[in-house]
C-alpha cells in the first residue's frame, strides 16, 4: 500500500514538470518561417520591327573611299576607268539616281535607277568599282529587257544624279566618250580596240575617267 501512494506521488510529480515546461516554452520566442518570395513571371522580349534595306547606303558602302588627305595628288590616284565623286565636307544624301540614255548626249532618257534611303558621304572621294558597277547594271531593266547585257547593248551615254537631305540636287556632266560613240557600263579591252558587257570575271567600269564634284 505504501508503495502504491509513492507511485502515484511520483506520476503527479512528473505531470507537474510537463505542464511546466509547456508554460516555460509557450512564453519563448516562437521561430519565424519566412515566406517565399514571389518572383514576377518573365516578359517575353518584343522583337525588334525589321527596318527597311537601306538600298542607299549598301550602294555606297560598295563604292571605294579616298579619304581627303592630299587633294593634290587625288587626281592621280583615281581608279582607272571609274568615276570619282568628290566632296570636301560632309554631305547627307537621301538619293542616287542613275540614268540611261539611248543617244551618246544624255538626251533621250531611257531607264532610270532610283538609289533611295539615306547616307553620310565623308570628306574624300566614292570611287565606283566593279562591285558597285556590277550591282547597277544587274538591276538594269527597260521593257522587260533586264540584266548588264541589256545595259551595255542599249546605252549609249549615262548621268548620276545625286539628291541630298535638303533637297538640293547635284548632277554629274553627262557621261560620254566620243572615241566609244558615247558610254556604258562594260569591260574595255582599250589595246585591242573592243569592249563588252560587265561580268563578275572582269573589270566592270567605263571607257575612261569621269570626275563629279559634289561641293
Given at each position: 500500500m505504501q508503495k502504491i501512494k509513492i507511485l502515484l506521488v511520483l506520476l503527479a510529480c512528473g505531470s507537474m514538470v510537463v505542464l511546466l515546461d509547456s508554460c516555460n516554452g509557450g512564453t519563448g520566442t516562437s521561430a519565424v518561417i519566412p515566406e517565399p518570395t514571389i518572383e514576377p513571371s518573365p516578359q517575353p522580349t518584343p522583337s525588334p520591327s525589321p527596318?527597311?534595306?537601306?538600298?542607299?547606303?549598301?550602294?555606297?558602302?560598295?563604292?571605294?573611299?579616298?579619304?581627303?588627305?592630299?587633294?593634290?595628288?587625288?587626281?592621280?590616284?583615281?581608279?582607272?576607268?571609274?568615276?570619282?565623286?568628290?566632296?570636301?565636307?560632309?554631305?547627307?544624301?537621301?538619293s542616287i539616281l542613275v540614268n540611261y540614255y539611248s543617244d551618246s548626249s544624255c538626251t533621250n532618257l531611257m531607264s532610270g535607277e532610283n538609289i533611295s534611303g539615306s547616307a553620310s558621304l565623308q570628306p574624300g572621294s566614292y570611287i565606283t568599282n566593279s562591285a558597285s558597277n556590277l550591282?547597277?547594271?544587274?538591276?538594269?531593266?527597260?521593257?522587260?529587257?533586264?540584266g548588264c547585257v541589256y545595259a551595255y547593248n542599249n546605252t549609249h551615254s549615262m548621268k548620276f544624279i545625286i539628291t541630298d537631305s535638303l533637297g538640293q540636287i547635284i548632277s554629274s556632266t553627262c557621261l560620254t566618250n566620243p572615241q566609244w560613240f558615247g558610254e556604258r557600263l562594260g569591260y574595255y579591252n582599250l589595246s585591242s580596240n573592243w569592249s563588252r558587257n560587265c561580268t563578275t570575271n572582269y573589270n566592270c567600269g567605263f571607257s575612261q575617267n569621269y570626275t563629279m564634284q559634289l561641293n
Open positions: 527596318s527597311p534595306t537601306n538600298l542607299l547606303e549598301n550602294y555606297v558602302n560598295l563604292l571605294t573611299y579616298q579619304p581627303l588627305k592630299y587633294p593634290q595628288l587625288q587626281d592621280e590616284n583615281l581608279t582607272q576607268l571609274q568615276l570619282s565623286m568628290t566632296l570636301t565636307h560632309v554631305l547627307a544624301i537621301n550591282s547597277l547594271c544587274t538591276a538594269y531593266s527597260y521593257n522587260g529587257m533586264n
